[in-house]
Nanobody, 115 residues
Framework: QVQLVESGGGLVQAGGSLRLSCKAS????????MGWYRQAPGKQRELVAD???????KYEDSVKGRFTISRDNAKNTVYLQMNSLKPEDTAVYYC?????????WGQGTQVTVSS
């Protein structure tokens, strides 16, 4: 099955940037959607951004213009470039891969933005 490993989280000052990476391994179907979700303490997990193998992406409204999602299909890797970070972006960020018959999650990586 699919395994997802995230990296790139950390502590950053407000206004700073981070780049998250997620590498998928295992049997990867050619048509899928990869994305990033986040969850802050006491809050529901929410979609931040996702992207299809064809390159069609979408973003949660609060990150539009600040975050950019991209993927390298040959490497089965998805990236999230996060600029102009705000304290409200603080959360555990989870990588997700889904296809018609599967839904997979990474272990999560902590992003903390201080003011």
């Amino acid at each position: 099955q699919v395994q997802l490993v995230e990296s790139g989280g950390g502590l950053v000052q407000a206004g700073g940037s981070l780049r998250l990476s997620c590498k998928a391994s295992g049997i990867i179907v050619s048509i899928n959607t990869m994305g990033w979700y986040r969850q802050a303490p006491g809050k529901q997990r929410e979609l931040v951004a996702d992207i299809t193998t064809g390159g069609s992406g979408k973003y949660e409204d609060s990150v539009k213009g600040r975050f950019t999602i991209s993927r390298d299909n040959a490497k089965n890797t998805v990236y999230l470039q996060m600029n102009s970070l705000k304290p409200e972006d603080t959360a555990v960020y989870y990588c997700n891969l889904r296809w018609l018959r599967g839904n997979y999650w990474g272990q999560g990586t902590q992003v903390t933005v201080s003011s």
